[in-house]
């Protein structure tokens, strides 16, 4: 263990995430470093301490991709905010580092998976506040997990497995389901390879844009946002023959084009068709997933995988790192996926639909997930959410301490960091301390054209609508109702 006084100031963010916050007051660092006996493994808990006005309050941060915690922004701003807050690295590598995968002798290293998959969130939470009240004297008042997209899974992962551990659990864009999105996230890929169809960015927009200006109006306003995008059936096939201009070329949408963005919409399925999991969600940006490489002297492109799902498959499926994803056919998908469900689910799965310890603890599970998500379908989430109301009783019940808001129009994580913003730690605060259950969660959000507009964030099932008179950009021009069944 060592114990550092920090001066503060700018703390510039490592890793490929980057990122820096500005005027950090002087804080306290602790550093405690575990190691499991027989596991040869480092795991690193650092526990920021403000040097005065310390808000009485705990918060632990997750990670993002294959980083286990924080890269020093988040810790930053939450001493900023006057959090005493603890992250842990799990003794792994950075967002795309996956190098600590395999062993040696070419098998995975389940004890790093555990670390990264649970255990290390779990003894974050219990050496942090053991930091927090030999510095302070004290225990913390309130305890909080803050975390998106992997650091969303990590914190369901504490309401099914560590259910004491938060007070309040705020859990964004969660990468629960993981050995089963992270296979299908390489769907996009697998399509344009078996197609032979690499469409660019560009074309990809065009059906994009085409199917919000359809969808766009569903609510009742034409405000640039889909706000249920599971409603929207704009079918691509209506584009075969329009004409795009691309990098100053003008191309002609194709049959196989609409055949390519069919399938990435439509999502993962066996060669007999039975759906797997969810594909890109209408609005989303299909290019992050369905990516490509700029032309050879020939002007032919192909494909450039997202590195997150193209490392799960190479490295813990195949267990060859170098093996080449683009070899993948359809029924060689489906394959990968049912092994990855059979090798994974039990131990990085995250989607364990029993809360009833969580909810006996008195703990609060708070979500919000971007409708226009391009990495994690929020349908997933969706339906985890369902599977609780049905472990648990119903929605009423599961609303008591579990709530999820849909964000139109909003990208992966983007919520406060530069698509949009909302104080969701605010209304999880105020919900734990003040027993405030939010109905709504209020939001400024980003449309394609870049405008910005107020709402109020639904809690699930329910979607907002527009009330058929007043101003689009504002949020008391719309209500919360009930989606129409269609």
């Given at each position: 263990?060592?114990a550092?006084?920090?001066?503060g100031?700018?703390?510039?963010?490592?890793?490929?995430?980057?990122?820096s916050?500005?005027?950090?007051?002087a804080?306290?660092?602790?550093?405690?470093?575990?190691?499991?006996?027989?596991d040869?493994?480092?795991?690193?808990?650092?526990?920021?301490?403000?040097?005065?006005?310390?808000?009485?309050?705990?918060?632990?941060?997750?990670?993002?991709?294959?980083?286990a915690?924080?890269?020093?922004?988040?810790?930053?701003?939450?001493?900023?905010s006057g959090?005493?807050?603890?992250?842990?690295?799990?003794?792994?590598?950075?967002?795309l580092?996956?190098?600590?995968?395999?062993?040696?002798?070419?098998?995975?290293?389940?004890a790093?998976?555990?670390?990264?998959?649970?255990?290390?969130?779990?003894?974050?939470?219990?050496?942090?506040?053991?930091?927090?009240?030999?510095v302070?004297?004290?225990?913390?008042?309130?305890?909080?997990?803050?975390?998106?997209?992997?650091?969303?899974?990590?914190g369901y992962?504490?309401?099914?497995r560590?259910?004491?551990d938060?007070?309040g659990?705020?859990?964004?864009a969660?990468?629960v389901?993981?050995?089963?999105?992270?296979?299908?996230?390489?769907?996009?890929?697998?399509?344009?390879n078996?197609?032979?169809n690499?469409?660019?960015?560009?074309?990809?927009?065009?059906?994009?844009?085409?199917?919000?200006?359809?969808?766009?109006?569903?609510?009742?306003?034409?405000?640039?946002?889909?706000?249920?995008?599971?409603?929207?059936?704009?079918?691509?096939?209506?584009?075969?023959?329009?004409?795009?201009?691309?990098?100053?070329?003008?191309?002609?949408?194709?049959?196989?084009?609409?055949?390519?963005?069919?399938?990435?919409?439509?999502?993962?399925r066996?060669?007999?068709?039975?759906?797997?999991?969810?594909?890109?969600?209408?609005?989303?940006?299909?290019?992050?997933?369905?990516?490509?490489?700029?032309?050879?002297?020939?002007?032919?492109?192909?494909?450039?995988?997202?590195?997150?799902?193209?490392?799960?498959?190479?490295?813990?499926?195949?267990?060859?790192?170098?093996?080449?994803?683009?070899t993948?056919t359809?029924?060689?998908?489906?394959?990968?996926?049912?092994?990855?469900?059979?090798?994974?689910?039990?131990?990085?799965?995250?989607?364990?639909?029993?809360?009833?310890?969580?909810?006996?603890?008195?703990?609060k599970l708070?979500?919000?997930?971007g409708?226009?998500?391009?990495?994690?379908?929020?349908?997933?989430?969706?339906?985890?959410?369902?599977?609780?109301?049905?472990?648990?009783?119903?929605?009423?019940?599961?609303?008591?301490?579990?709530?999820?808001?849909?964000?139109?129009?909003t990208?992966?994580?983007a919520?406060?960091k530069?698509?949009?913003?909302?104080?969701?730690?605010?209304?999880?605060r105020?919900?734990?301390?003040?027993?405030?259950?939010?109905?709504?969660?209020?939001?400024?959000l980003?449309?394609?054209?870049?405008k910005?507009?107020?709402?109020?964030?639904?809690?699930?099932?329910?979607?907002s609508?527009?009330?058929?008179?007043?101003?689009?950009?504002?949020?008391?021009?719309?209500?919360?109702?009930?989606?129409?069944?269609?």
């Amino acid at each position: 263990m060592t114990a550092v006084r920090q001066a503060g100031g700018t703390i510039q963010g490592t890793g490929v995430l980057g990122g820096s916050v500005d005027d950090v007051p002087a804080y306290c660092e602790v550093t405690v470093t575990l190691t499991h006996p027989g596991d040869n493994d480092h795991a690193k808990v650092r526990t920021w301490l403000p040097a005065r006005g310390w808000n009485g309050r705990f918060q632990a941060l997750g990670g993002s991709a294959y980083l286990a915690g924080d890269n020093g922004v988040g810790l930053g701003g939450a001493v900023k905010s006057g959090y005493a807050v603890t992250t842990t690295d799990a003794g792994v590598g950075d967002a795309l580092d996956t190098s600590w995968a395999l062993k040696s002798n070419g098998k995975v290293d389940t004890a790093l998976l555990k670390n990264f998959a649970s255990r290390s969130q779990h003894e974050a939470s219990v050496v942090g506040k053991q930091v927090v009240d030999g510095v302070y004297g004290k225990t913390p008042s309130y305890s909080y997990f803050n975390g998106c997209s992997t650091g969303g899974r990590q914190g369901y992962v504490e309401a099914q497995r560590y259910p004491d551990d938060y007070d309040g659990i705020l859990a964004n864009a969660p990468a629960v389901n993981w050995d089963e999105f992270e296979v299908a996230t390489l769907w996009p890929q697998v399509v344009m390879n078996n197609e032979k169809n690499h469409p660019s960015k560009c074309e990809f927009d065009a059906f994009t844009n085409a199917a919000v200006a359809s969808c766009d109006s569903l609510d009742g306003a034409k405000d640039g946002l889909v706000n249920d995008a599971s409603r929207c059936d704009f079918d691509p096939r209506r584009l075969i023959g329009t004409k795009v201009v691309c990098d100053g070329r003008e191309l002609t949408i194709t049959a196989s084009d609409a055949a390519v963005v069919r399938k990435i919409w439509d999502g993962p399925r066996t060669t007999s068709g039975k759906k797997l999991w969810a594909g890109v969600p209408i609005g989303a940006d299909i290019a992050t997933l369905a990516g490509v490489t700029p032309p050879d002297a020939n002007g032919d492109v192909k494909g450039a995988p997202f590195p997150v799902p193209t490392s799960w498959v190479t490295t813990w499926l195949k267990k060859q790192p170098s093996f080449d994803v683009s070899t993948i056919t359809y029924s060689q998908f489906t394959q990968l996926f049912r092994q990855s469900q059979v090798e994974y689910d039990k131990i990085i799965g995250s989607a364990d639909p029993d809360l009833s310890a969580f909810r006996k603890s008195g703990g609060k599970l708070l979500t919000w997930h971007g409708q226009a998500d391009q990495l994690i379908p929020a349908e997933g989430t969706v339906q985890y959410r369902k599977r609780v109301e049905q472990e648990l009783g119903g929605s009423k019940r599961v609303d008591d301490f579990y709530r999820l808001f849909l964000s139109p129009g909003t990208p992966h994580c983007a919520l406060n960091k530069g698509f949009g913003a909302t104080d969701d730690l605010g209304a999880l605060r105020a919900w734990v301390e003040r027993d405030m259950a939010p109905a709504t969660l209020s939001a400024t959000l980003v449309t394609g054209s870049g405008k910005t507009v107020d709402r109020d964030l639904c809690s699930y099932p329910k979607v907002s609508r527009y009330q058929g008179h007043g101003d689009t950009s504002a949020a008391s021009s719309f209500r919360c109702v009930l989606p129409s069944r269609r």
